[in-house]
């Protein structure tokens, strides 16, 4: 039985998540993992906000984050090992497409960052908080 590991990176905070994806990677060599690799773009379309952007623009910021996935992949973990990354760039409301791609993957982990905490705040972020709380496989918080 192979394992597959997703690992959720916001490529508009590389800095923040790169320790994310090290320890993704890390995970997967300890178990001989697949690593999958997601980031979401916002779906601006449904919005009052989506009407003043044309389809053009959300096709340049899909193209743009698979690019930086990419180069942020391959630079925190290396080109060999970029080269065994499936990269996902999806569209939608982070939890909810991290989620799925997880189901449709048949992941048996999600490794996803959350904030570091404030004095007055002990919760996770909210996309972190709503992917443990509905994933059907355990998940890996990095803080």
Request: proline share 3%; with cysteine; glycine share 4%.
């Amino acid at each position: 039985m192979s394992t597959s590991i997703l690992c959720a990176i916001d490529v508009s905070q590389p800095e923040v998540d790169r320790n994310v994806l090290l320890i993704a990677d890390k995970l997967t060599r300890l178990d001989d993992a697949r690593l999958d690799v997601i980031t979401v773009v916002p779906d601006f379309g449904m919005s009052v906000v989506g009407s003043y952007f044309d389809r053009s623009f959300h096709d340049k910021a899909v193209a743009k984050s698979r690019e930086m996935l990419n180069d942020f992949v391959s630079s925190t973990i290396g080109a060999e090992a970029n080269a065994k990354v499936r990269h996902i760039v999806a569209t939608g409301k982070a939890y909810e497409e991290i989620l799925h791609a997880a189901r449709e993957a048949g992941s048996d982990l999600i490794v996803i960052g959350s904030h570091k905490p404030e004095l007055r705040d002990y919760l996770l972020g909210p996309n972190a908080a709503r992917v443990v709380r509905h994933s059907k496989c355990s998940v890996y918080v990095v803080r």
